[in-house]
């Protein structure tokens, strides 16, 4: 369990790490980097909203078809 905390630490270290470095070289200006960053994130987010809600669904049809057992 320690391992995956210890992975999982590192890993966002250097997503964060990384992001500030690519914000950095980045080619285009400022402003269109932040408006790229945030419709990709804004893009991210309705996909796991949309994951989400269909885990969601797939988990009530299962818990339905369990109890009608």
Do not use: C, S
């Amino acid at each position: 369990m320690m391992r995956l905390i210890n992975f999982l630490a590192g890993f966002i270290v250097g997503v964060v790490l990384g992001g500030m470095i690519a914000l950095l070289f980045a080619p285009k200006p400022g402003p269109e980097t932040q408006e790229w960053f945030r419709r990709r994130f804004e893009g991210v987010l309705e996909e796991a909203r949309q994951a989400a809600e269909t885990t969601r669904a797939d988990a009530h049809a299962r818990l339905a078809e369990l109890k009608a057992r």
